[in-house]
């Protein structure tokens, strides 16, 4: 039954399929077995996780496990505060991940609210308005301007019915509705005009439909069906961390291994040396990491709200630095999705008019000149007439906007430019009938009488249609037979107009006898006097071609996808100049026609995707991440959303987006404009570069902690640092100054390097053997001040520990310097530019001398107040990895230039 192609059955067919009455509707006595059968008109949802299972699939990693064994073991051996840390940490981490996936049923949950709460239906030849869960096939729905289409259903009665199916289709512009069956099966949704599907909206006119999908069989529960199947996706930082993790955690099991069996084959204490491996697990496994990343994607996420982005999944500030390709539908993201009067043709001249949307400010310009359209006779007929054959309103709140038919609305903002403002005519205008806009008769005709009691017919439709009905041409100010060359050369305007993608509506008026009453069509409308060709379109948003052109520099490809026509798209993609000589469109139908490995192979080349179903998204997007790419794609209709989840980076309008596409995104443009997504791709990339550098700082550092207690075990040192000692590092040097690193501002070049490979490691080799070199110098400082103080000047275990305490503080605390960049010297970058940093250096300072001065801290961490020819060595040899990396750096810089 579902399978039907109910847009190619007569209509006397269908209501006998369902073997319904059009004047009758359904019988009340077999709706309750109807409903039985069909069920419910709902939008339904795959069952919910519970909050328990939610929760513990949080602990389904690999290095929360080694993490949470790691607290197992320190707790068992008697480190608490370690033990303690990490459990708080693995579950701030749990929560914030439970947090984040509670909304994995939202998306679903808005698709229920696109289903009419109430709809009209014929019931036993009454109308009656009922729920609309309890609609089913073979229901009559009654429908007018205003309301929601309660289900998928087949027209068999239209009076000018016009349907708004943007958020189904992407169509901007609204759908005129009739009866008559298609020849064709596969016809693109938004060409289906004899058919109305739910959730759109009628906008205008009235008409009947028999139900014949409901529920999860409609295009919308399609859709649903579409979000329910489409997995989440690892984001690309999820993936690197996770390689990182795994390789550390090896690394240290190794080492453990080896300073194990070392002081087992030395003949070392069993228990001595077992503690002695788990202080190197605990000082190797940075385990604030997944805490200090998290905060530093927060911080990303409060600058992009600043810049109108506001991010819904924290993972995806990073993916969206590494996108390399952005599929954006064209309306309302590209477009204003505002229809705006762009030229006039009257009196043989191209009037050319300014402002775009429904702002009614823009000037009318002749060329160069700009002209006063109320002095032209042509032009004040073409303003009266769209002005008062109108059944739009033109309002303003906080911004203008448009009641009513977008295209009527076009024509209204039109007139209000020129001062001519509907609410001032109509007290001039009295209103005395009107013939609406029919889609077998393609024009609306309006009676209006003046003050003095003469009447008027204003007729505005399609150009072909009005020019049948015309026998007179308004030209120089003077009423003339139209010719055939001047009817010709009209058509011929109108076929060049309709080529830039303009939507072309004829004016015409014809000045009734007194006190006429006859208002056939047949009288009214004939002898007309043709007056102008309006072309209006919905114009791509002032900003985006330099948004483009910034993504082009980045290297980051840009997409076009539209439900609208092809040539309309193609006439955007012009006016931002962003076709290259070998890219093409293709449309849905085409789509359909092509393989997977085809689309795959086409990809790169395709920059115009019009007339598509959800369905193409989809491909599209599995199209371009065979080449490896990430892929953002923005959306606002319910169309979008399978796409905008399957993506790896869903990007929401949160002005003209639905809610269904709002709770399938990651991120939600609060301003709809698309060079916010330039904006927050330099904020990603810039977020991604700190997190680097943080990591760089944590690993680094680790590492000179784990070969300071390897090397001084294979050399048969004592254990130059305590556990708590080493614990107290990882809390005072990794904590505040990691995080620190994370507000780093964007380097200059951040924009002009192109996307990230998607497999690239979040380490490369250079960068391992630079963090190797940077522990192994932060170690020699260490067991320096250590091996000093214990031989040379003969101090005390325990005192030989403090200053390698010290000295171990401090070689981190000005290494965090050093990892600001990884190319620029500090004193290029100048020590003032991050405070942050200074505070947060500041305060681990004082934290280091109240643990080396207060009595009562010095008896938990053994400790005892430093000296002035002490504080020399620690300063002396704590500073020394800062020199070392400047040397380095002016090395590097000088070999590049050479």
Request: glycine share 8%; aromatic share 8%; with cysteine.
């Amino acid at each position: 039954m579902f399978s039907r192609s109910w847009h190619t059955i007569d209509i006397t067919e269908v209501l006998n399929y369902w073997a319904v009455d059009p004047a009758v509707g359904l019988r009340e006595s077999d709706v309750l077995s109807l409903q039985e059968k069909y069920g419910v008109n709902e939008i339904t949802g795959k069952e919910k996780f519970s909050y328990l299972r939610l929760l513990l699939s949080q602990f389904a990693d690999f290095i929360i496990w080694v993490l949470i064994a790691a607290a197992l073991v320190a707790g068992i051996m008697g480190e608490w505060m370690d033990s303690i840390t990490i459990i708080v940490i693995v579950i701030l981490n749990a929560i914030l991940g439970f947090v984040q996936e509670a909304r994995a049923e939202k998306a679903l949950e808005a698709l229920k609210k696109l289903a009419v709460p109430m709809a009209k239906v014929l019931r036993d030849g009454k109308v009656k308005i009922i729920p609309s869960r309890n609609i089913i096939p073979g229901d009559i729905v009654l429908l007018e301007a205003g309301d929601l289409v309660p289900a998928d259903a087949r027209l068999y009665q239209t009076f000018s019915l016009e349907v708004e199916e943007a958020t189904l289709t992407g169509e901007s512009v609204p759908v005129p509705k009739s009866p008559e069956k298609l020849v064709e099966t596969e016809v693109p949704l938004g060409d289906r005009v004899n058919m109305v599907f739910m959730g759109t909206t009628v906008t205008y006119g009235k008409g009947r439909a028999v139900v014949v999908t409901t529920g999860m069989n409609t295009e919308l529960g399609k859709i649903a069906r579409l979000i329910q199947t489409v997995g989440e996706r690892e984001t690309p930082l999820q993936k690197r961390l996770e390689r990182l993790g795994k390789w550390l955690v090896y690394a240290v099991l190794g080492i453990c291994g080896m300073v194990f069996l070392l002081g087992v084959i030395r003949g070392g204490n069993l228990a001595e040396m077992f503690l002695t491996g788990v202080s190197l697990a605990v000082a190797a496994i940075p385990e604030g990491l997944p805490a200090i990343v998290t905060i530093c994607l927060a911080i990303g996420v409060q600058r992009m709200v600043k810049r109108h982005a506001l991010i819904r999944k924290l993972p995806a500030v990073e993916t969206l630095g590494c996108t390399s390709v952005i599929c954006s539908d064209k309306t309302g993201t590209i477009t204003k999705n505002e229809m705006t009067v762009k030229k006039i043709y009257a009196h043989g001249q191209l009037i050319e008019v300014g402002g775009v949307g429904f702002q009614p400010q823009g000037e009318f310009r002749r060329g160069e000149e700009i002209i006063d359209p109320g002095q032209m006779e042509g032009l004040r007929w073409t303003l009266l007439i769209a002005a008062l054959c109108n059944s739009a309103r033109l309002i303003k709140n906080n911004n203008w906007k448009i009641i009513g038919d977008p295209t009527e609305g076009a024509l209204l903002v039109m007139a209000a430019k020129a001062g001519w403002w509907q609410e001032n005519l109509l007290s001039e205008y009295q209103l005395r009938e009107e013939i609406p806009f029919d889609s077998s008769r393609k024009m609306m005709t309006v009676i209006y009488q003046d003050r003095q009691g003469k009447q008027y017919a204003l007729v505005k439709g399609a150009p072909s249609r009005i020019l049948e009905l015309c026998s007179y041409l308004q030209e120089n100010g003077n009423i003339v037979p139209l010719a055939e060359e001047k009817r010709k050369l009209i058509l011929h305007i109108d076929e060049k107009l309709a080529g830039e993608a303009l939507r072309n509506l004829a004016f015409a008026y014809r000045i009734l006898p007194s006190g006429n009453k006859n208002i056939d069509p047949r009288e009214v409308e004939k002898d007309l006097v043709f007056v102008s060709l309006v072309s209006m379109m919905d114009p791509p948003r002032l900003e985006v071609k330099d948004a483009m052109e910034k993504c082009r520099t980045a290297g980051i490809q840009t997409v076009m996808i539209t439900g609208d026509h092809k040539h309309t798209a193609l006439a955007v993609a012009k006016i931002l100049e962003v076709l290259e000589p070998n890219d093409v469109a293709v449309t849905g139908a085409e789509i359909d026609q092509m393989s997977d490995e085809e689309l795959s192979n086409m990809v790169k080349r395709i920059r115009i995707y019009a007339r598509v179903s959800a369905e193409h998204k989809l491909r599209i997007i599995d199209a371009w991440r065979k080449h490896r790419s990430i892929v953002a794609m923005t959306g606002d209709g319910v169309n979008d959303a399978p796409a905008l989840k399957e993506a790896d980076i869903g990007i929401a309008m949160g002005i003209a987006g639905t809610d269904v596409s709002k709770e399938a995104s990651d991120m939600i443009l609060t301003d709809d404009n698309f060079a916010s997504i330039v904006a927050a791709v330099e904020e990603g990339r810039n977020i991604y570069d700190n997190i680097k550098k943080f990591i760089q700082y944590l690993l680094s550092c680790n590492t000179g902690e784990v070969l300071t207690m390897f090397i001084s075990s294979l050399l048969g040192f004592p254990t130059p640092l305590r556990p708590i000692q080493i614990l107290w590092i990882n809390l005072v040097t990794d904590g505040l100054p990691a995080m620190a690193l994370g507000v780093e501002s964007a380097e200059l070049d951040v924009m002009r390097q192109p996307p990230r490979p998607v497999d690239q490691a979040m380490l490369g080799r250079s960068q391992r053997v630079l963090i190797f070199a940077q522990g192994v110098l932060v170690a020699f400082c260490t067991l320096a001040a250590f091996l000093i103080s214990l031989q040379w000047r003969k101090m005390p275990l325990e005192e030989a520990r403090v200053m390698a305490f010290t000295v171990l503080a401090a070689t981190q605390l000005f290494h965090v310097f050093n990892c600001r960049s990884e190319k620029k010297s500090i004193f290029r970058l100048g020590f003032l530019t991050n405070p942050y940093l200074l505070m947060a250096v500041g305060s681990s300072i004082l934290l280091q001398l109240m643990v080396t001065y207060l009595s009562p801290l010095q008896q938990i961490f053994r400790t005892y107040p430093l000296s002035y020819f002490d504080w020399l060595i620690v300063i002396g040899l704590g500073s020394l990895p800062l020199w070392a990396m400047e040397l380095y750096k002016r090395f590097r810089f000088r070999k590049e230039r050479n």
